[in-house]
């Protein structure tokens, strides 16, 4: 089985690096034939020799590398094929751009830029025969795993939709319940599952399987409780002979919070220059189509419950919470006006609290501000909620990347503590790239079903 999955990993790892590869060969080639050239005639003294070329090849596949690796473009069979196209081409763009500036710094001045065009548009179309190609193989290399579900009180229609949504990656072809007993379900386990699912279990029986399962090397996916998220971002200290993992009292260090804000104060001025003309056009369309107040202003909480008031382009109708109930947006919510629609698809209506941050209220990355009353309805059922708040709030986070608007409020507490307990500059980095993939994912700003108004009473809340 160890052999079998180096093998797959091995072919998958071979695929991707044979992409870079065709795309590197095609900035290449545009380099040998148009912009070395044509550069080296502007510029008398601009010479290459051989070394100098391939250290201008070698930056190009190094920035491919780091863009595919951050966007998950060399996720093939574990990202869907459009998803790993997207990245892709994303990737390809910030790549690109970044070499066309590069060369126009060697040049002391703008290139002509349709070659980098054709050679983009040359790109996309390599990337997706490639991905197809790969898709295909990665196949029939690796059919869906069969897998066995072990769960416990929770319904499992949430889980067995999310891994229905994957039917080319995985298939799980029994559910037994806990109840069970230990030695039938490790009996169910020997019949050699590819994988099994632990779904809201007890700790002890969840326990007993993982260590079970972990001698017999079978995988096991493992839905985390809160004390996992923790325990997972703990350090891990060498005092004694024996290994200590430490929780830290604190979320993040002053060395770490100066460097965070100095990135949002530098960050947020740059955005608010370069936006500047999109919030102008937004203001007017919103004035012009009901005459109401162009801004919305609302009560949200930051790092340790401070109370602040966000700003907000509005999307909804003046009078979206006449009767003074806070509302979460549901699909196809009729409060939302057609700009807003358009705004909130784009995030257009975020961009004003680019100046909550650097008033200092919220940080770019950082778990999504909620307003006081929706945090005591959490609370009641979840008293873990207040964790989130140990960090400043963000403008986009953890939960906004890995997650969906109509993420339940557990799951989107779990991906948020994942965040301040794996905190680091480079993830605050990461995070705000990945943003800029999320806004063009339209499941990303989709509004809660009317089954999901309740998900948080029926959340994962089995912890002993």
Same mark, same amino acid.
């Given at each position: 089985m160890k052999q079998m999955e180096s093998a797959k990993r091995m072919i998958v790892l071979c695929l991707n690096f044979?992409?870079?590869? %065709?795309?590197? !060969?095609? /900035? !290449?080639f545009v380099w040998f034939s148009y912009y070395y050239p044509a550069i080296s005639k502007f510029t008398a003294r601009f010479k290459f020799y051989k070394n100098g070329h391939l250290l201008m090849i070698?930056? /190009?596949?190094?920035?491919?590398f780091f863009f595919f690796h951050t966007y998950g473009g060399l996720k093939v069979g574990y990202? *869907?094929?459009?998803?790993? %196209?997207?990245?892709?081409?994303?990737?390809?763009?910030?790549v690109n751009i970044i070499t066309y500036l590069q060369i126009s710094l060697m040049n002391n001045w703008l290139v002509t830029p349709e070659y980098f065009v054709g050679a983009m548009l040359a790109q996309l179309l390599i990337a997706a025969f490639w991905i197809y190609i790969c898709n295909f193989v990665y196949r029939k290399v690796s059919p869906p795993r069969e897998m066995?579900?072990? /769960?416990?009180e929770r319904s499992i229609d949430d889980i067995l939709r999310k891994f229905a949504s994957r039917k080319d990656k995985y298939n799980i072809v029994k559910c037994i319940n806990i109840s069970e007993g230990i030695e039938k379900i490790e009996a169910e386990i020997k019949q050699k599952?590819? !994988?099994?699912?632990?779904?809201?279990? &007890?700790? !002890?029986?969840?326990? *007993?399987?993982?260590?079970?399962? /972990?001698?017999?090397?079978?995988?096991?996916?493992?839905?985390?409780?809160?004390?996992?998220?923790?325990?997972a971002g703990s350090d891990q200290l060498h005092l004694f002979d024996t290994p200590i993992l430490l929780t830290r009292e604190y979320a993040l260090t002053v060395e770490q919070r100066m460097t965070k804000r100095a990135i949002d104060v530098i960050c947020a001025l740059l955005l608010i220059i370069i936006s500047s003309p999109i919030m102008l056009i937004t203001a007017v369309c919103i004035k012009c189509y009901d005459k109401g107040p162009v801004f919305y202003k609302q009560v949200r909480c930051t790092v340790g419950g401070r109370e602040f008031w966000i700003m907000k382009f509005r999307s909804m109708r003046v009078d979206a919470e006449k009767d003074g109930v806070a509302r979460l947006a549901s699909k196809n919510d009729s409060r939302i006006t057609p700009i807003g629609k358009f705004i909130r698809a784009v995030r257009i209506d975020e961009l004003p609290q680019l100046f909550n941050i650097l008033k200092g209220d919220m940080s770019f990355i950082g778990p999504r501000p909620e307003r006081p009353e929706i945090i005591k309805q959490y609370v009641e059922?979840? &008293?873990? %909620?207040?964790?989130?708040?140990k960090v400043k709030a963000g403008l986009a986070g953890y939960a906004q990347v890995y997650g969906k608007y109509n993420t339940t409020p557990y799951d989107k507490l779990k991906l948020?503590?994942?965040?301040?307990?794996n905190y680091s500059v480079w993830l605050d980095i990461k995070l705000m790239l990945l943003t800029l993939?999320?806004? %063009?994912?339209?499941e990303s700003t989709e509004g809660i079903d009317n089954s999901q108004v309740t998900a948080m009473k029926t959340a994962d809340r089995t912890e002993e």
């Amino acid at each position: 089985m160890k052999q079998m999955e180096s093998a797959k990993r091995m072919i998958v790892l071979c695929l991707n690096f044979i992409g870079m590869i %065709f795309h590197t !060969a095609v /900035y !290449a080639f545009v380099w040998f034939s148009y912009y070395y050239p044509a550069i080296s005639k502007f510029t008398a003294r601009f010479k290459f020799y051989k070394n100098g070329h391939l250290l201008m090849i070698a930056i /190009y596949f190094v920035l491919l590398f780091f863009f595919f690796h951050t966007y998950g473009g060399l996720k093939v069979g574990y990202l *869907k094929p459009m998803e790993v %196209f997207f990245s892709q081409l994303f990737s390809l763009l910030f790549v690109n751009i970044i070499t066309y500036l590069q060369i126009s710094l060697m040049n002391n001045w703008l290139v002509t830029p349709e070659y980098f065009v054709g050679a983009m548009l040359a790109q996309l179309l390599i990337a997706a025969f490639w991905i197809y190609i790969c898709n295909f193989v990665y196949r029939k290399v690796s059919p869906p795993r069969e897998m066995l579900l072990i /769960y416990g009180e929770r319904s499992i229609d949430d889980i067995l939709r999310k891994f229905a949504s994957r039917k080319d990656k995985y298939n799980i072809v029994k559910c037994i319940n806990i109840s069970e007993g230990i030695e039938k379900i490790e009996a169910e386990i020997k019949q050699k599952y590819g !994988a099994v699912v632990l779904w809201d279990i &007890p700790t !002890a029986d969840r326990n *007993k399987l993982l260590k079970y399962c /972990y001698g017999q090397s079978i995988r096991v996916y493992m839905m985390p409780k809160i004390p996992d998220v923790l325990v997972a971002g703990s350090d891990q200290l060498h005092l004694f002979d024996t290994p200590i993992l430490l929780t830290r009292e604190y979320a993040l260090t002053v060395e770490q919070r100066m460097t965070k804000r100095a990135i949002d104060v530098i960050c947020a001025l740059l955005l608010i220059i370069i936006s500047s003309p999109i919030m102008l056009i937004t203001a007017v369309c919103i004035k012009c189509y009901d005459k109401g107040p162009v801004f919305y202003k609302q009560v949200r909480c930051t790092v340790g419950g401070r109370e602040f008031w966000i700003m907000k382009f509005r999307s909804m109708r003046v009078d979206a919470e006449k009767d003074g109930v806070a509302r979460l947006a549901s699909k196809n919510d009729s409060r939302i006006t057609p700009i807003g629609k358009f705004i909130r698809a784009v995030r257009i209506d975020e961009l004003p609290q680019l100046f909550n941050i650097l008033k200092g209220d919220m940080s770019f990355i950082g778990p999504r501000p909620e307003r006081p009353e929706i945090i005591k309805q959490y609370v009641e059922e979840m &008293p873990e %909620f207040v964790f989130r708040m140990k960090v400043k709030a963000g403008l986009a986070g953890y939960a906004q990347v890995y997650g969906k608007y109509n993420t339940t409020p557990y799951d989107k507490l779990k991906l948020d503590l994942s965040y301040i307990e794996n905190y680091s500059v480079w993830l605050d980095i990461k995070l705000m790239l990945l943003t800029l993939k999320i806004l %063009f994912q339209a499941e990303s700003t989709e509004g809660i079903d009317n089954s999901q108004v309740t998900a948080m009473k029926t959340a994962d809340r089995t912890e002993e």
